[in-house]
Nanobody, 124 residues
Framework: VQLQASGGGLVQAGGSLRLSCAASGGTFSFYVMGWFRQAPGKEREFVAAINWSGGSTDYADAVKGRFAISRVNAKNTVYLQMNSLKPEDMAVYYC??????????????????WGQGTQVTVSS
């Protein structure tokens, strides 16, 4: 599976962005999809994940209530809607895929496929 993330950019604090991740080369509905982020000098951290059908989601506490993950299997695409952005949300955001029809997964290890990352910059 190949993943292509897009939608990053520069936004003021309090603003919104929507990230997209387009998948190709596999049966998209067989995969749990996740978003992770990595800020300079920090380890990669979990942001959000969604199960194969979109019926189950999970969020890091830091983004709960502000971010929303969704997917459209017919378009082989997963989205991350980010609202009320804060300077601490600034990072490179990565989408990832795990071959599973189980629940959303927080740990990065089970995700075998990763996109190239898209930069999100939040100005204060």
């Amino acid at each position: 599976v190949q993943l292509q993330a897009s939608g990053g950019g520069l936004v003021q604090a309090g603003g919104s962005l929507r990230l997209s991740c387009a998948a190709s080369g596999g049966t998209f509905s067989f995969y749990v999809m996740g978003w992770f982020r990595q800020a300079p000098g920090k380890e990669r951290e979990f942001v959000a994940a969604i199960n194969w059908s979109g019926g189950s989601t999970d969020y890091a506490d830091a983004v709960k209530g502000r971010f929303a993950i969704s997917r459209v299997n017919a378009k082989n695409t997963v989205y991350l809607q980010m609202n009320s952005l804060k300077p601490e949300d600034m990072a490179v955001y990565y989408c990832a895929a795990r071959y599973s029809q189980g629940p959303p997964t927080r740990a990065p290890g089970p995700y075998a496929y990763w996109g190239q990352g898209t930069q999100v910059t939040v100005s204060s």
